[in-house]
Antibody
Framework: QVQLKESGPGLVQPSQTLSLTCTVSGFSLTSYNVHWVRQPPGKGLEWMGRMRYNGDTSYNSALKSRLSISRDTSKNQVFLKMNSLQTDDTGTYYC???????????WGQGTLVTVSS | DTVLTQSPALAVSPGERVSISCRASEGVNSYMHWYQQKPGQQPKLLIYKASNLASGVPARFSGSGSGTDFTLTIDPVEADDTATYFCQQSWNDPPTFGAGTKLELK
């Protein structure tokens, strides 16, 4: 079955770089798009960016200068790197897979990232 | 970016019917999707493309709308439906989410 799982450090210091990994199973990264979505505590969902099935990437314009998404298809992993973290980057980070334009059908459990010194 | 506007909160009694609205700042065709999120859990897709029930979702949930105005209806509401409901559009890039409607049961 389709599964996604995020991993990474739970605590990041201000101004440092966040590195997260999304490990997927049950589908091929060369067939489906994988997205990153984040959620500050008690707030709504923010789309961050996507890794398309063909290797292309797209980013939220508000984060584009700080964000990079890449992948390793041999390891079934998608990576997120975001630099210059501040306290308002604290939240739960999800990776999710779409079904074309039919919504985000599959989600990881999320990983909580706290930005604090 | 396409802004999606949802009412912040609703309170209903079990057994009642509730409608949650989502208005888009520009047309999104029928590419509106609805998610349910319970505390501490990831979002769950309920409705895709405005009116299609996702796999395993009870038929008490339904969706309608096109263009800029969309509605998620739960009928009848059950105690387990206490959650926050988000709309999301995928017609215009980037994908965007509404701020969520928190549904509470009386």
């Amino acid at each position: 079955q389709v599964q996604l799982k995020e991993s990474g450090p739970g605590l990041v210091q201000p101004s440092q770089t966040l590195s997260l990994t999304c490990t997927v199973s049950g589908f091929s990264l060369t067939s489906y798009n994988v997205h990153w979505v984040r959620q500050p505590p008690g707030k709504g969902l923010e789309w961050m960016g996507r890794m398309r099935y063909n290797g292309d990437t797209s980013y939220n314009s508000a984060l584009k200068s700080r964000l990079s998404i890449s992948r390793d298809t041999s390891k079934n992993q998608v990576f997120l790197k975001m630099n210059s973290l501040q306290t308002d980057d604290t939240g739960t980070y999800y990776c999710t897979r779409d079904r074309g334009s039919w919504g985000f059908a599959y989600w990881g459990q999320g990983t909580l990232v706290t930005v604090s010194s | 970016d396409t802004v999606l506007t949802q009412s912040p909160a609703l309170a209903v009694s079990p057994g009642e019917r509730v409608s949650i609205s989502c208005r888009a700042s520009e047309g999104v065709n029928s590419y509106m999707h609805w998610y349910q999120q319970k505390p501490g859990q990831q979002p769950k897709l309920l409705i895709y493309k405005a009116s299609n029930l996702a796999s395993g979702v009870p038929a008490r949930f339904s969706g309608s709308g096109s263009g800029t105005d969309f509605t998620l209806t739960i009928d009848p509401v059950e105690a387990d439906d206490t959650a926050t409901y988000f709309c999301q559009q995928s017609w215009n890039d980037p994908p965007t989410f509404g701020a969520g409607t928190k549904l509470e049961l009386k």
